[in-house]
């Protein structure tokens, strides 16, 4: 089955400070990927949809100058949060679409990023 | 927009089952979703209905009706390892997934 894989799992950073998150899918190629934001004891929130070779879709109300998406090849999309401050303290999933959507899971969610920012 | 409703928790004792309601309305439909999701971890698929009727799937069941924006996930012959988080996501027409809130099953010996 198709695999995607994050890195880091876990993070702890200092507020002001950039943390960057990758999102990799591993065994197929992957033209659209989608990064969401989970609070504790809250469902998955959509933060943007990241194409490969253009520029990210950012859904409403999440500030596209702190959440950073790149997604310079069909494998790899990155997130970085920028300046970080606690309340962007969340956990971060990221999700990938095969390009050869017959399947019709076609989302593969990757095990997610845990941010602490102190 | 998408609003999905969910209930928040549930509890059902071991071998027993239990059905999760999922009502949605939404501006678009391609497709409903159910995932199961452990603390801390990401969600995992458990089914996909895009037309009416029952879907099954081991101890799983899900089943949609698309004129009623309502859709169950039927959880049987439950287990301990079953105590989780059940998210039900509809996918729009650019497919793009938006989720309920997620309801917590909780399996009691």
């Known amino acids: 089955g198709a695999v995607v894989s994050q890195h880091p799992s876990w993070v702890i950073c200092k507020s002001g400070t950039s943390v960057k998150i990758e999102c990799r899918s591993l065994?197929?190629?992957?033209?659209?990927m989608f990064w969401y934001r989970q609070f504790p004891k809250q469902s998955l929130m959509l933060m943007a949809t990241?194409?490969?070779?253009?520029?990210?879709?950012?859904e409403q109300g999440v500030e596209k100058d702190k959440f950073l998406i790149n997604h310079a090849s069909l494998t790899l999309s990155t997130l970085t949060v920028t300046s970080a401050h606690p309340e962007d303290s969340s956990f971060y999933i990221c999700?990938?679409?095969?390009?050869?959507?017959?399947?019709?899971?076609?989302?593969?969610f990757g095990p997610g990023t845990r941010l602490t920012v102190t | 927009g998408q609003n999905i409703d969910q209930p928040t928790e549930m509890t059902a004792t071991e071998g027993a089952i239990v059905q999760i309601n999922c009502t949605y309305q939404?501006?678009?439909?391609?497709?409903l979703f159910w995932y199961q999701q452990h603390a801390g971890e990401a969600p995992t698929f458990l089914s996909y209905?895009?037309?009416?009727g029952l879907e099954e799937k081991g101890r799983f069941s899900s089943f949609l009706s698309r004129s009623k924006g309502y859709s169950y996930l039927l959880l049987k012959e439950l287990q301990m390892k079953d105590s989780a988080s059940y998210l039900c996501?509809?996918?729009?027409?650019?497919?793009?997934?938006?989720f309920g809130a997620g309801t917590t099953v909780t399996v009691r010996a």
């Open positions: 999700s990938a679409r095969a390009e050869t959507s017959g399947d019709y899971y076609e989302q593969y």
């Open positions: 939404t501006s678009g439909f391609n497709g």
């Open positions: 996501a509809v996918r729009d027409g650019d497919y793009k997934l938006s």
């Open positions: 990241s194409n490969e070779g253009s520029k990210a879709t950012y």
């Open positions: 209905n895009v037309l009416d």
């Open positions: 065994d197929f190629q992957a033209t659209t």
